[in-house]
């Protein structure tokens, strides 16, 4: 089980959903969007209930494992949903581009030909 500090409030969720959270919010950063996401918390008391958590380039999450007396939950369905959102993410945004080797033609810091008659 793990605690999420978010927004000033700390829940407690599964270890899995805490990690795909704060990898999805990295994703998210890494192409300058947000989004929100619905995840299953667990109160101190016992009860459930649905976090909306808008993450993105300027989340501030903070997840950390306890020993808790507060049951562990089924987290499939929210573990499915992060796995669709990332699918989504890298089929809109595609693989990141390949490194190029310093100094060859693909370098973009080495003027190409064709851009000599532009400056």
């Known amino acids: 089980m793990d605690q999420l500090h978010y927004a000033g409030g700390v829940y407690?969720?599964?270890?899995r959903i805490a990690k795909e959270l704060v990898e999805y919010a990295a994703a998210l950063a890494a192409v300058q969007q947000a989004g929100i996401v619905e995840i299953p918390v667990r109160h101190a008391d016992g009860s459930d209930n649905m976090l909306s958590v808008l993450v993105g380039p300027s989340s501030q999450i903070a997840t950390e494992t306890v020993t808790s007396e507060v049951p562990e939950f089924d987290d499939s369905e929210a573990l499915a949903t992060f796995q669709r959102l990332r699918a989504e993410l890298a089929?809109?945004?595609g693989a990141p581009e390949a490194l190029v080797e310093e100094g060859s033609s693909n370098d973009p810091r080495v003027p190409h030909p064709d851009?000599?008659?532009e400056l």
């Open 91 to 93: 089929e809109e945004h």
């Open 12 to 15: 407690f969720t599964s270890t």
């Open 115 to 117: 851009w000599l008659d």
